[in-house]
């Protein structure tokens, strides 16, 4: 038995000196290690994989060791087997490796690229301005859905500070962390979702600045890519790494991202024509809802081309209990015709969820919130249905009001911004505005700043 133990052990130990990277970089100083032999130095108990390595090999008659470097100067030859299957298979996992690491790192860039294409600064669907004055509660010769909005608004404005203090602010300031994540990928024929969600998320921050009349700046870095948008009360702009900085199509709007329980009285203006179309249990809160559209004009002036802007329509559930908006969706639909084919429809839908609301030098604040965005393609052929599931969870670290020195000048567009306007199908694939409706198969789509 001593014997047959000596024997493993030999065994053992002769092939892990001869796959050892370690005694090949002894014998060659000039090469220069991989970053697959940084991880076998690191880990060498996953090299050998302990005794079910010896075990597989009992069975063989070993040929004889070839020491010494190869006569064609092959990297694994310094130490190996003549004759042996480990080498070749160990040449294999090398050379496979980095092929594996370019597809995940691509498919990783694509997902960042979709989650801040979408989700980095989205803008809500009607022009607000806050100079306008706040509506005035009137029942007479008025609608019961209007009049009932009117009253939940002036509820939502009195418990989220009151407007005396809301209009006594000039300017304002947020910053929040954020992490993202694509979590599932649906065709007609399969869905794939990331198991690994919670470990594939991208993680940054954003920073949020605001100032009387319309204007807002917002700058969002994930994952090693920055998104920054903003408004100086003309005009709305955007720059991303992949598209630059363009302007957007239509009128001005505010940004999405300060409707989330940061900016109470853009909130309130937003829906002041808004009608209530019934009640809704959201975690187990009753609420009221409320409903505004974008009009035929602004989805016209926001259209280009073959994109057609179909309809934009966000629904903002506000508390029975506490008065404070809890919930928003909004739902944005795209119908682009190819040339040469069937016309092809983008659905995004955003459902945003506000917690944790405390007050901020008297203002109501929401200091956490999630958001799941889904991606809907469709259109003629059943098979080409595709849909994306997105999600985004945030917490806000920094608020602050009337904050000194902050001018106009601040919220001054990009030297570089291009003159000719991007419509909010800009980033679509080219085969969804050109000449293919056809999407790369395995890929997802490459769909952003849809709404």
């Keep these: ?36 032999s940084a991880l076998l130095r690191r880990r ?24 010494g470097p190869d006569q064609d100067g092959s990297e694994l030859g310094d130490s190996k087997r003549v004759g042996s299957a480990i080498g070749q298979w160990m040449k294999g996992q090398l050379s496979r490796a980095p092929s594996m690491t370019a597809t995940m790192a691509y498919k990783h860039r694509s997902d960042l690229r979709l989650l801040l294409g979408v989700m980095g600064a989205p803008l809500a669907p009607v022009h607000v301005s806050t100079t306008d004055p706040l509506f005035h509660l009137s029942i007479k010769d008025t609608p019961i859905e209007t009049s009932s909005a009117q009253y939940i ?25 954020v992490k993202m994540v694509a979590s599932e990928f649906e065709t007609a024929s399969r869905v794939v979702k990331n198991k690994h969600a919670a470990r594939a ?25 920055k998104v920054h948008a903003g408004c100086n009360g003309n005009l709305v702009w955007r720059h991303t790494p992949w598209l630059g900085a363009h302007t957007a199509k239509g009128p001005v709007r505010p940004l999405r991202r300060a409707l989330q329980g940061l900016d109470p009285r853009t909130t309130a203006s937003m829906f002041t ?12 809160e009753d609420c009221f ?57 983008w659905e995004t839908t955003i459902n945003s969820s506000m917690d944790d609301y405390r007050p901020v030098e008297g203002i109501m604040i929401a200091h956490s919130g999630h958001s799941v965005v889904t991606l809907f393609r469709f259109g003629e052929m059943a098979m080409s249905h595709t849909k994306t599931r997105m999600e985004e969870a945030w917490s806000i670290e920094e608020v602050a ?40 198969s395995g890929h997802r789509a490459k769909v952003a700043a849809l709404v």
């Design 1 to 36: 038995m001593d014997k047959k133990q000596g024997f493993f052990s030999t065994l053992k130990h002769e092939v892990i000196r001869g796959l050892s990277p370690v005694r090949s970089r002894s014998k060659s100083p000039a090469r220069t290690g991989s970053p697959m």
């Design 44 to 67: 060498p108990k996953q090299l050998t994989n302990g005794e079910p390595l010896v075990g597989s090999l009992t069975g063989e008659v070993l040929a004889p060791l070839y020491e």
């Design 153 to 177: 608004l002036q509820q939502y404005t009195a418990a989220s500070g009151g407007q005396k203090l809301q209009n006594s602010i000039k300017n304002a300031y947020a910053m929040g962390k």
């Design 201 to 225: 998320a991208d993680t940054g921050g954003f920073v949020l600045w605001q100032m009387n009349p319309d204007m807002w700046y917002v700058e969002l870095a994930v994952g090693g890519s």
């Design 273 to 284: 024509d808004a009608k209530c179309v019934g009640e809704k249990k959201i975690n187990g």
């Design 289 to 345: 809802i409320l409903k505004i559209s974008a009009d035929p004009q602004t989805l016209k002036a926001r259209s280009e081309g073959p994109a057609e802007i179909i309809r934009h329509v966000l629904f903002g559930y506000f508390s029975q209990k506490t008065g404070l908006i809890v919930h928003m969706e909004d739902s944005h639909l795209t119908r682009i015709q190819t040339t040469g084919g069937d016309a092809v429809y």
């Design 401 to 440: 009001f009337n904050v000194p020195g902050l001018s106009m000048d601040c919220f001054i567009p990009p030297a570089d911004l291009k003159t000719a306007s991007f419509s909010e199908t800009a980033e679509l694939p080219e085969g969804e505005r050109g000449k293919s409706a056809l999407m790369v």
